[in-house]
């Protein structure tokens, strides 16, 4: 077997290991299937219990193989394994939940250090992007230009706009921005 993958190494029932190329994560499993016309081989791996299979796939030009073997006279399992159809919705919907709370947490034509004063003051508060202010605690808000004198409350979060206003200092050194 060379280090370069040709489509001969991807017989399909092929114990394989290879790396990947960029990021040098070796993998091992057995060839599921194998595209000439786009040179993309599907590799299946032993998840991570029992019962479990991972189906990856890959552009053969963006592997190396390191080793290859076909078994003799061996019946090799062709099957696609059984999908949980409730479970991957459940897992896609999870997924794009995260997704979007990412999303939320990123604010539109801000600044660099806007950003990570945000990001600063989400660790430790629960905040949201307002326009280009952040609320923390839907009590306090930081407008822009973001310095302590900008941030703002009604009398009742005296002790919230206290916390804000010294972590928002903390963040403004940390930047060299005080």
């Not at 993958?5 to 060839?31: M, N, P, R």
């Not at 791996?45 to 990856?56: I, K």
């Not at 997704?99 to 600063?120: L, P, R």
């Not at 407008?143 to 200092?169: C, F, M, S, W």
Request: one cysteine or more; glycine letters at 6%.
């Amino acid at each position: 077997m060379t280090d370069t993958a040709d489509s001969h190494d991807w017989v399909v029932g092929c114990t394989i290991k290879v790396l990947t190329k960029h990021t040098k994560e070796e993998i091992q499993g057995t060839v599921f299937g194998y595209d000439p016309h786009t040179d993309t081989v599907m590799i299946k791996e032993q998840g991570t219990h029992g019962g479990v299979v991972n189906l990856r796939l890959y552009k053969a030009e963006q592997l190396q193989v390191l080793s290859a073997e076909r078994a003799k006279g061996k019946q090799h399992d062709l099957q696609l394994p059984y999908v949980d159809k409730e479970r991957a919705r459940q897992r896609e919907e999870k997924a794009l939940q995260v997704a979007e709370a990412d999303m939320a947490k990123v604010g539109v034509g801000v600044t660099k250090e806007a950003q990570s004063i945000f990001d600063a003051l989400s660790k430790t508060m629960p905040c949201t992007w307002q326009g280009r202010s952040i609320s923390v605690m839907d009590a306090v808000v930081v407008q822009p230009p973001y310095t302590t004198d900008d941030v703002t409350t009604n009398i009742e979060h005296k002790g919230a706009l206290e916390r804000v206003k010294k972590v928002l200092q903390a963040e403004r050194t940390r930047l060299g921005l005080a």
